[in-house]
Every structure is written in C-alpha cells, then in structure tokens.
C-alpha cells in the first residue's frame, strides 16, 4: 500500500510535535463497515464518523515481499455498541478486511496517510475484555493450498456452490415454542417428511432475534418433541418466536 500524503501531513510529521491520530474501518464479510479512532474524541474523515468508543492499539507494521503472515497485532477492547464478545465467538468478523491510516486530528484538511490494509487473522479475547486479533496481509492468502483433493468424503458442504444441490425442497421456516438453552429448544413442525433424527448434521439459520443472520448445526432432531439439540450453543439468548430455517 503506497504511504502518500499531502506535503502539509508530510510537514506536520516532520515537525518537533505532532498531532497525529489512528483511524481504522473494518468491513465484514457481510457487508457491515464499523470505524474506530485511538484519538479521544470521534473524527470525520471523507464524511465518514470514526468513533473513539474503542480503545486500541497495533503494533509495529511489518512487510516484505515474501508471502509470509504479518506479524503485526490490534489489541482492544470490547464495546457493547460496537465490538463484542459475542459477535467474535460467532465468527462475525472472520477475515474481515482491515485498513487504517494516520490523520492530523487538529487539521483533518490535511488529508490522511494509509498505513496498512490486511485481513483479520487468530482471534484471542479474555473474560476481562481484551482482546488481540492477528493481521494478515493481503497477499498471504496467496500461500494457501486451493487445489481440489480428491477422496472418498465429499469436501463440498451440502448445497453450496461445488455442491450445487437445491436445498429449496429441504428447507422449512419454524417457530421456537420453548426453550431449554442456548443449544436445545423445541419448534413447531411443518415438515410432515420428518422422522427422528431427520435434521440430523443439518444448518439451522436464524432469521429474526439475538441471533439473527448466524447459522449452527444441528446434533439431534426428535420428532416427537420436536426438539432441536445444537452441536454448540448459541453466542446469544434464544428468544421465543424466534424464526429459523431448519435444513436437512
């Protein structure tokens, strides 16, 4: 990433004192951007709001032309607004692009200068709202193996796109109608093909309450109960009411 800026950045980061400030936008897979500042108060850069509500802290910045993993590191902490423990367990902000540049916070006309662009890497977060997450640079993943092996277990995922299956005909809108944990609760039942077991090594995928938009599969199904048993618990409260989409 070339580090340009304008000459009144450059001058001012020549000077005997500076009033610098970092910035970062991090755009999940899904589309959602959440921008930060270690400054203390927010800033508007290019018409967009950096909020300071998350401290953090990279460290140095490391890159050469082999394609090796950066060694550099953002270490944080969790905002109930913001970033959160949850979100991070459920796998929201895996490989999220990552970009960050420097601005002089007391005369944003100077424009800016990018530091780094990269991808989030390993995760590590404490019980006491720390987290470090792992930057990866762009061309790292350039090093990964994406050639097809072939072998006796299918290495597609049912009705993706290697697979090309159409799960339309396995696929059913439910209502939660109890709930026991965050990785057992009961349904109603639409699916009049199902028997015990049948959602078995499935998806469900929630379409409305905490859990909104997140996917798990499923251990066990039992039809006379209608009981759904997840392979792991869910980040976030089940709420009654709560729509899924159980796929076989």
């Keep these: 990433m070339s580090r340009t800026a304008s000459a009144g950045l450059l001058a001012h980061i020549a000077g005997p004192t500076t009033t610098l400030a970092w910035c970062v936008e991090l755009t999940r897979q899904d589309g959602t951007v959440f921008r930060f500042t270690a400054h203390d108060a927010d800033l508007v850069v290019d018409g967009n709001t950096y909020e300071s509500s998350v401290g953090f802290n990279q460290t140095a910045i490391a890159a050469d032309g082999a394609l090796t993993v950066s060694n550099s590191d953002i270490t944080g902490f969790f905002d109930s607004d913001a970033l959160t423990a949850e979100d991070l367990r459920a796998g929201l902000f895996d490989f999220a692009e990552f970009k960050s540049f420097v601005v002089n916070w007391n005369n944003l006309a100077q424009g800016k200068m990018k530091m780094q662009r990269a991808r989030l890497g390993e995760v590590r977060y404490m019980p006491s709202g720390i987290f470090t997450v792992e930057l990866r640079g762009m ?18 995922d049912l009705g ?7 799960l339309a005909p396995f696929t059913f809108s439910e209502t939660v109608t109890a709930v026991i944990d965050n990785s057992l609760f009961e349904i109603t039942n639409t699916n009049t093909l199902a028997s015990n077991g049948w959602y078995a090594d499935g998806l469900v995928k929630w379409t409305s309450g905490n859990n909104n938009g997140r996917n798990m599969e499923v251990k066990n199904w039992t039809l006379s109960t209608t009981a759904v048993e997840l392979k792991w618990p869910m980040p976030r409260e089940i709420p009654l009411s709560g729509g899924i989409s159980p796929t076989d």
């Design 139 to 156: 061309t790292q993943i350039l090093s990964a193996k994406t050639n097809n092996i072939y072998r006796p277990a299918c290495s597609a």
């Design 160 to 166: 993706d796109s290697k697979c090309s299956l159409d």
